[in-house]
């Protein structure tokens, strides 16, 4: 990583961008030449002025990492906004990107990416095999629409400009930063806030959607972060060594995934809860499995491992504390 180059990180506030940042900054890259805007200062799904502030900011390399995310209420609820302000991310900063010189660029996508029913652990290779998880599918799609896009750059402007665009996609994240929002987030930081209100009200049992049985892999969000600055900068020749012009994107896991109702139990120890936990099978499941193959990962001389499941909760539900008492 150069340290005089301006890197633009997209999504700053979020949980995995600002995770990002924290990462540069723990590498001595200079927050002087880190940029960032927030929504109210950028809407990334504005083409025009997502031109104008590359033409004015000028960054060397950009990190991806805004988009409309949430859990499966969500998805299923509000599915045109899904697709539609995710695919007009990825489009409008990729293509201002290329526009202003931006050489290099990492796109974060997502593990829903790949069918419902893939072959486990889910390998690089599986990507438009097969139908994708219903509830997910706007979502995802805008994802593989940043795959693609990324790959089609270098493709057309690889050798004449020297375009380097890259894609990781990370399997469930959590940790500090997360939305806890009791509907429409993620499945931990969501059992996070149940289990807390429960254990605060004295509730003797917690409802969880679905029979408990799905397997889920997770990776607290500053393995990413350190996994996505990696890949950024890996020498060309390595990147290239390791992928394919149109099958290029790296999945970042943790290497192995527990039940839903494991990972429930697990939460209600982090959070103090000791009532009943209930399964609501008449609530979908999802998808039955979600394991990431990291071998292509390792190969280019990266594993996740730095923070352990217990020790990922604590710290994501006292993070969990200090916002909910903001």
């Known amino acids: ?6 890197i633009f990180v997209a999504g700053h506030r979020g949980m995995v961008g600002s995770a990002i940042v924290r990462q540069l ?3 001595g890259h200079p927050a002087s030449h880190i940029v960032t805007r927030t929504h109210a200062e950028l809407n990334l799904t504005d083409q025009a002025a997502v031109r104008a502030f590359f033409a004015s900011a000028r960054p060397q390399q950009v990190y991806l990492a805004a988009a409309k995310v949430g859990g499966i209420h969500a998805n299923n609820t509000f599915p045109a906004d899904f697709i539609y302000q995710n695919l007009m991310i990825a489009a409008n900063v990729i293509e201002a990107a290329f526009c202003n010189g931006v050489q290099k660029l990492l796109f974060l996508g997502s593990s829903c990416i790949y069918p419902k029913l893939v072959e486990q652990p889910m390998n690089e290779h599986a990507l438009l095999t097969g139908p994708l998880e219903a509830t997910n599918e706007p979502y ?3 994802k593989i629409a940043g795959i693609k896009l990324c790959e089609s750059y270098n493709r057309q402007f690889g050798a004449s400009h020297g375009v380097d665009y890259r894609s990781v996609m990370p399997t469930n994240l959590y940790g500090p930063g997360d939305s806890y929002h009791p509907e429409n987030s ?5 059992l996070i806030r149940r289990f807390h209100e429960a254990k605060v009200s004295g509730a003797p049992e917690v409802a969880i959607w679905g029979s408990g049985t799905p397997m889920r892999e997770f990776l607290y969000v500053d393995d990413m972060a350190a996994a996505c600055v990696h890949v950024m900068n890996l020498p060309k020749a390595s990147y290239e060594q390791h992928t394919q012009p149109m099958l290029s994107h790296i999945n970042v896991g943790y290497g192995s995934d527990m039940t839903i109702a494991d990972l429930a139990h697990s939460i209600a120890l982090a959070t103090g809860f000791d009532g009943q936990i209930r399964f609501d099978s008449t609530r979908p499941d999802g998808t039955p499995r979600k394991l990431m193959d990291s071998s292509r990962l390792r190969s280019l001389g990266w594993q996740a491992g730095k923070v352990d499941l217990s020790s990922g909760l604590a710290l994501t539900y006292q993070d969990f504390l ?3 008492a903001q």
């Open 1 to 6: 990583m150069n340290d005089s180059e301006t």
């Open 25 to 27: 900054l723990d590498a």
């Open 140 to 142: 995802a799609v805008a």
């Open 186 to 190: 993620h499945v931990i930081p969501a």
């Open 322 to 324: 200090q916002q909910t």
